[in-house]
């Protein structure tokens, strides 16, 4: 096997696997803090890449400018969709939740597809330079630079939980919502609160990935490439969110050469991970790092 | 809510009690109903009747999907997939083995169910959000499955089906059809109906209520939840049948996850846990792009379509449409239409001393 091409491999699937680590971290972010599984995940990537893309070629906006108005609109949005469509469903089973965030999430695709149109769209060039040389291998710009926003946002995750006073305020909601509640935490605004993180940090990545294959729906896969990663890690554990984002990512382009060179079933790259997450549900229902669920009457 | 006998009608037995359809007005109901249909494919134009058709396929899988959602409490993501598994079956039943098309439906169904059960294995031990997860990745790979086996559905390019017959008599025509579909979801959703009032059925709802209960009252879980997978496979391989069969052809790129959405939808809308919910939430799916199209006629030309550029665009808004429908009977009516139709009844029954 040629070993730079593994290599080049290897190091292309950390990158992306990188950013399915953050949007992962924001998935499991939602569902530590208010137990939904968000299946719209993905479709929090398409409208941050897209109002970003909006706020750079019509209105002209430098980036940084453009950037931090979506991010603002995106805090508005994950606040928004909390309050409207999640807070009524508080104490229905888990069915409903799950079917309002995947109602969101064919409502928003289609919305984005109507405004914007199907076609994928290119980023205004950021960057001077397309692509920089790392240890001999030509990577682009922004795909370096995702990989220091992902490392960033991880580095501020495990800040924002370990010593602010609303991430800790997240994290004792998670733990026990009534002794969070007893304790002087508004569980409402810590909900408010996750779905806004998680919209801003998921739309961060959308930019990250639009800078580079431009902007179209098939970002929103990035939502369902989510579980997978999720999966690997345990539902309920940040970190373990992060490993399985950079395991599925490595696993996806691997399994593409694997096919390429030697099986030719064609469309691994897609299908590969959902193999690993049959797989590892049969011998660990819980995911590698997640908490085993005791139960008693 | 249950249901309203007359005053002075007292069940002795509890046979008497879990009746199907339990008063003179239902059975009347009933004879009614069915008459009305059986006239259908003389009043009705073939557009009208294709739509009720697939309101029929549609529903018998559906109602797949309740059995498993609605009355084991297990999700699944996946049943496009296994929908359009049935659909393949029988069509490449038929063309390899030259079975006759009404013998391909059943045996189609069969071979979902085995399907059903080889994904349903992993379901076994899970449930919540981690099967909700599984089943989407069923869905993946039966996806995938279908775009690469070509001797099985005839790949990219897609399957054409033929029509079933008896004897000499093709049922090709929409006006034939309807009494074959007619059939079948009478079948179908008198044997749901039967198997809920069975020992398994109850287990399936006991599963569903407390499962731990469940397991200590003896139920096995393990068991009854693959089951469950498999009937609801085997609901959605018939319904997926039926469906190859009246469009005559399959293609690879119907049974996506928004199919699969979309059935859910029909489960919430009509009602979880309901038997003739789930033909109400079909109806409803089938008919919801119709209204958004007659929206959109509606508007041609106006200056509301110039501005907002409706006319191209109107596959987004049918989805838009089933979006929001789901989100909307989530918060409003999270009992779905079923409900609301027993409300309506009941007020009736009571009128005009509904209080």
Not at chain 1, 162 to 170: E, F, K, T, V
Request: proline share 3%; with cysteine.
């Amino acid at each position: 096997m040629d070993g730079t091409l593994l290599f080049q491999l290897t190091l292309n699937g950390l990158i992306v696997g990188a950013l399915y680590g953050v949007v992962a971290m924001s998935f499991v972010l939602i569902y530590k803090a208010s137990q939904v599984v968000n299946f719209a995940q993905g479709e929090f990537l398409l409208v941050g890449a897209w109002m970003c893309w909006w706020f750079l070629t019509e209105w002209q906006l430098p980036f940084v400018i453009g950037f931090l108005f979506t991010l603002v609109f995106m805090t508005l949005f994950g606040i928004i969709l909390q309050v409207v469509v999640l807070r009524p469903l508080i104490g229905e089973p888990v069915i409903s939740v799950i079917m309002a965030t995947i109602g969101m999430g064919i409502f928003f695709q289609a919305l984005m597809k109507w405004i914007f149109g199907v076609f994928a769209k290119p980023f205004p060039p950021v960057f001077t330079a397309e692509r920089v040389s790392v240890l001999g291998l030509e990577v682009q710009t922004a795909y370096l630079l995702s990989l220091g926003i992902s490392v960033a946002i991880m580095a501020g995750f495990g800040w924002f939980f370990r010593y602010s006073r609303h991430g800790l305020a997240m994290r004792a909601t998670a733990f026990d919502q009534q002794v969070a509640q007893s304790l002087g935490i508004s569980v409402p605004r810590v909900f408010a609160m996750s779905w806004a993180i998680s919209a801003v940090v998921s739309a961060v990545a959308g930019v990250t990935v639009g800078m580079v294959n431009g902007v179209s729906s098939a970002l929103s896969f990035y939502g369902i490439k989510v579980f997978p990663a999720v999966i690997l890690g345990g539902l309920d554990s940040i970190l373990g969110a992060v490993l399985g984002g950079l395991i599925v990512g490595v696993l996806e382009n691997l399994a593409q050469y694997v096919d390429s060179q030697w099986l030719n079933w064609g469309n691994m790259y897609q299908v590969a991970p959902f193999y690993a997450l049959l797989l590892i549900l049969l011998i660990k229902p819980y995911g590698l790092f997640g908490t085993r669920n005791i139960e008693r009457i | 809510m249950t249901v309203m006998t007359p005053a002075g009608d007292f069940r002795t037995s509890y046979r008497a009690d879990t009746t199907i359809f339990p008063t003179r007005g239902s059975r009347a109901a009933l004879w009614a109903g069915l008459a009305v249909l059986l006239c259908a494919p003389l009043v009705l134009d073939r557009y009208l009747l294709s739509l009720l058709i697939n309101v029929g396929t549609l529903g018998i899988a559906a109602l797949g999907l309740n059995i498993l959602v609605g009355f084991t409490g297990q999700i699944s993501i996946g049943h496009a997939a296994f929908f359009g598994f049935g659909a393949f079956s029988s069509a490449w039943l038929h063309e390899s083995f030259g079975l006759p098309v009404l013998l391909c439906i059943p045996v189609a169904g069969l071979m979902t169910a085995l399907v059903g059960l080889v994904f349903g294995a992993p379901a076994a031990r899970l449930k919540g959000l981690y099967l909700a997860i599984a089943t989407l990745a069923a869905q993946f790979i039966l996806e995938d499955f279908f775009a690469r086996a070509r001797w099985f559905t005839g790949g990219v390019a897609g399957r054409l089906t033929e029509s079933p017959a008896i004897g000499s008599f093709a049922l090709d025509r929409e006006e034939s059809y309807f009494y074959l579909v007619l059939a079948f979801v009478i079948i179908m959703f008198v044997a749901a109906a039967n198997l809920m009032r069975t020992r398994d059925g109850r287990a399936l709802v006991a599963v569903r209520d407390h499962y731990l209960s469940a397991e200590i009252m003896g139920i096995n879980l393990a068991y009854y939840r693959t089951l469950s997978f498999g009937i609801a496979s085997f609901y959605a391989g018939i319904g997926g049948a039926l469906y190859a069969h009246h469009l005559q052809f399959v293609s690879v790129e119907a049974f996506n996850i928004l199919f699969s959405i979309q059935f859910l939808g029909m489960v919430i809308i009509g009602g979880l846990g309901s038997i003739m919910g789930s033909l109400m939430g079909a109806a409803f799916m089938v008919a919801l792009p119709e209204v958004v199209q007659a929206a959109a006629d509606a508007l041609a030309g106006g200056a509301i379509d110039r501005a907002l550029k409706i006319g191209g665009n109107i596959s987004f808004l049918r989805e838009m449409a089933i979006g929001a429908a789901i989100i909307l009977f989530l918060i409003f009516e999270p009992d779905g239409l079923a409900r609301r139709w027993k409300l309506i009844k009941a007020y009736w029954k009571l009128y005009p001393y509904s209080h």
